[in-house]
T-cell receptor, first 111, second 112 residues
């Protein structure tokens, strides 16, 4: 199975909060990232958190990390139609630099 | 500040040919990594370069190769193309080895 898992789809109403979840299996994860991909585009780095942190907030984005359960979440406040995209969770492990990605969550924001 | 630039954006090749993709990192970034994105396998790491040296390589056959130049620009080459090589190839750069990676818009490679 995948080392990083995400649910495939999420739909929310415009103005509501969105919560995208991710679980990982490797306890040596050092950094955990959230990337956004819009159609026809590459990956946009949204935010990242070091594994010894519990929470990080950046404007409308809040990242929560539960290291015991190996669970990462991304909360988007006041979700807008422009937030519709695929969101990828990714990790780096130990001294390795390569990103290991989840399968991505397609976020659809309904008017 | 310009982002990561990948050229060309789209490419169509036939089986058996070879292809070279180019990546210009963000100015001042010295580390470049390459990833392959397909619907079936998702995002997979190809290789990473720093100071013109390959530091890490993913689980891809030897037909996939790359290099980095003294100005940090990077190229990847795929020889003897197969239908399964059809993918979006993404390049990412970071300031130093342990810094977050920023991606370009990718090269969409289609094999006929």
């Amino acid at each position: 199975g995948e080392d990083v898992e995400q649910s495939l789809f999420l739909s929310v109403r415009e103005g509501d909060s969105s919560v995208i979840n991710c679980t990982y299996t490797d306890s040596s994860s050092t950094y955990l990232y959230w990337y956004k991909q819009e159609p026809g585009a590459g990956l946009q780095l949204l935010t990242y958190i070091f594994s010894n942190m519990d929470m990080k907030q950046d404007q409308r984005l809040t990242v929560l990390l539960n290291k015991k359960d190996k669970h990462l979440s991304l909360r988007i406040a006041d979700t807008q139609t422009g937030d519709s995209a695929i969101y990828f969770c990714a990790e780096t492990r130990g001294s390795a630099r390569q990103l290991t990605f989840g399968s991505g969550t397609q976020l659809t924001v309904l008017p | 500040k310009a982002g990561v630039t990948q050229t060309p954006r789209y490419l169509i090749k036939t089986r058996g040919q070879q292809v070279t993709l180019s990546c210009s990192p963000i100015s001042g970034h010295r580390s470049v990594s390459w990833y392959q994105q397909t619907p079936g396998q998702g995002l997979q790491f190809l290789f990473e370069y720093f100071s013109e040296t390959q530091r890490n390589k993913g689980n891809f056959p030897g037909r996939f190769s790359g290099r980095q130049f003294s100005n940090s620009r990077s190229e990847m080459n795929v020889s003897t193309l197969e239908l399964g090589d059809s993918a979006l190839y993404l390049c990412a750069s970071s300031l130093e080895i342990d810094q977050p990676q920023h991606f370009g818009d990718g090269t969409r490679l289609s094999i006929l």
